[in-house]
């Protein structure tokens, strides 16, 4: 009898036990027997992951079964899309066991001392090094959502009393925090979905995250049109013998896409009660270390070769001002070709926020201008430029919805509420966290977004995205800033109850700003808002600061 090479495959995975299903070898093996379409198995299945799809994973569709929840008993990457093309992932769930975060209740509180004691809610991991981490987050007992203050508790230390209990060592304590409220700790060491090597156009559909180490869909240096529909990273049920329900989803951003040739297409998702931004859409500008006659050196943090191939004969190149990347003079690229590294560079050079283990360093030859060493460089074509975000609910997390630093694109009819910072953020960070760049050529209609800026980071002297839709820069310092944030369009869109402007627009120029209607806004108060930055805050609904050419007009106001 002739028994199937899929027989085998099949027998092969599932003979580890449902303990460790053999995720990338049952994927390997039907794409090696033809199969371009590959059904998971039904119900649970148990994985350590990483699963990873190469160049020749291509015109690939893996879906899920019956009720297929792919459970990850490693805190790692769940798959890693190294250089892949056209492959569909859809219809089913993701989640991890042991869970990348914990939770407990606050079960004292000593203002003078500024520590915080809490206690380890049943069925939830115990306490050991990777979850005492300096960000906790808080939540209300009552509400079971993020717990907002005109202070932001900063945390200095978190130290273990026990395995169930642990202390918070604070800088400062929100002034609403209780003994009762909840606190979650979670830890940050990689993502569901890695995405890499020039991957091109893949889809996401119908998947289900409900926890992850990181991020949901992380993507750098890739090509084509990527596709993020119907998908929702939203909280997950409760554990076996836990006696609270979860308080988090994800531990950061759900989708982030950088040094991208194209930006992604994101639409009718839900993203909710995660740990960081919903989408981060950005470039990565380089750090020049030397220049030479038709050349220059720049360095990137840890070793991404794909920048000759990402970079491409013919891109404008942006050549930055020290201090507020003011854009000196562009050049077109000519060649970009690997170099040897220049040995001892200080790596917060590149790095300022987290300084990387090792670094990677490029020629490149450019038509025009050469930037001085010590500044940087950055690449229009690769800041995810002509993404589209539209349709989604973003709600009930930390930091901001939209962090937009990409090149044109459309953010339409989406629904944010309840988060921490602004709704919608249009401009680089250039400074700290070295994500570009300046934006030009992005529409933002008819969104309706109600209580953003929720906590005290939002209006403090350190903010810089300073209405529910903005656009900003974050320079260095106090530096004078420049309106490189070029054609903003924000039109039509509803905000409501927010503790900042409703628009505010800080370094731009020509921005149209028509038809929104803004009700109960700038419920925020606090000092110098800005001021760190040198920004001059009024409280106004639609404010400006160093802005240029905007058009104001036929918006609505309502108390």
């Not at 401009?427 to 529409?443: L, R």
């Not at 409703?502 to 925020?524: E, F």
Request: proline share 6%; glycine share 10%.
């Amino acid at each position: 009898m002739k028994i199937p090479l899929l027989f085998f495959a099949a027998a092969a995975a599932f003979s580890l036990g449902a303990a460790d299903f053999d995720l990338g070898n049952y994927i390997r093996s039907r794409c090696r027997a033809g199969e371009r379409e590959i059904v998971l198995p039904d119900g649970e299945l148990r994985c350590r992951g990483t699963v990873e799809l190469g160049r020749e994973f291509r015109n690939l569709t893996i879906r899920g079964g019956r009720n297929t929840t792919l459970v990850c008993t490693n805190l790692v990457d769940l798959f890693y899309l190294n250089g892949c093309s056209r492959v569909t992932m859809r219809d089913f769930t993701v989640d991890y066991d042991p869970l990348p975060f914990t939770q407990g209740t606050i079960t004292a509180i000593d203002r003078a001392k500024k520590v915080i004691r809490y206690r380890l809610h049943a069925g939830y991991p115990r306490l050991e090094k990777r979850y005492l981490v300096p960000h906790p987050l808080f939540f209300g007992k009552q509400t079971r959502t993020m717990k907002y203050d005109r202070i932001w508790s900063h945390c200095r230390d978190n130290r273990m009393l026990s395995p169930e209990e642990g202390e918070l060592q604070m800088v400062q304590i929100q002034p609403h925090l209780e003994v009762g409220d909840f606190v979650v700790l979670n830890y940050r060491p990689g993502c569901i979905m890695k995405i890499r090597g020039m991957s091109d156009s893949l889809k996401f559909e119908n998947l289900t995250f409900h926890s992850s180490p990181g991020g949901g869909i992380f993507a750098r240096r890739t090509r084509g049109r990527h596709e993020i529909r119907n998908c929702r990273m939203i909280r997950g049920p409760r554990p076996a013998g836990a006696s609270e329900e979860r308080l988090l989803s994800l531990s950061a951003d759900g989708i982030n896409y950088a040094t991208s040739r194209q930006g992604p297409l994101i639409e009718g998702n839900e993203i909710a009660f995660i740990g960081d931004d919903s989408v981060n859409l950005h470039g990565s500008p380089l750090r020049v270390v030397r220049r030479e006659k038709e050349s220059f050196l720049a360095v990137v943090g840890y070793r991404p070769t794909e920048y000759t191939e990402l970079i491409q004969p013919g891109d404008e190149m942006r050549l930055l001002a020290k201090e507020n990347f003011a854009v000196l003079g562009t050049a077109r690229v000519r060649k970009v070709e690997l170099a040897e590294d220049l040995p001892g560079l200080d790596r917060k050079l590149f790095g300022p926020a987290q300084p990387p283990p090792e670094y990677i360093t490029y020629r490149i030859t450019v038509d025009g201008p050469l930037p001085e060493p010590g500044t940087l460089v950055d690449f229009p074509a690769i800041n995810s430029p002509g993404f589209l975000i539209r349709n989604n609910y973003f709600h009930d997390h930390r930091a901001r919805g939209l962090r937009i630093m990409a090149y044109r694109g459309l953010i339409e009819n989406n629904r944010i509420e309840r988060l921490e910072n602004a709704a919608i953020s249009i401009g680089p960070e250039y400074a700290y966290w070295q994500e570009g760049g300046w934006v030009n050529g992005v529409t933002v209609r008819g969104n309706r977004i109600e209580a953003v800026g929720l906590n005290g980071s939002a209006y403090s002297r350190f903010g810089y995205s300073l209405g529910a839709i903005c656009t900003f820069v974050r320079n260095e310092g106090r530096a004078v800033f420049y309106p490189g944030n070029r054609n903003v369009r924000i039109e039509d869109n509803l905000i409501r109850n927010c503790t900042l402007a409703g628009i505010y627009l800080l370094a731009s120029d020509g921005a149209t700003v028509r038809g929104n209607t803004i009700i109960d806004v700038n419920r925020g108060t606090a000092p110098g808002i800005g001021g760190n930055y040198g920004i001059r805050y009024e409280a106004v609904p639609i404010g400006t600061f160093c802005t240029e050419n905007s058009t104001i007009q036929d918006n609505e106001v309502k108390p």
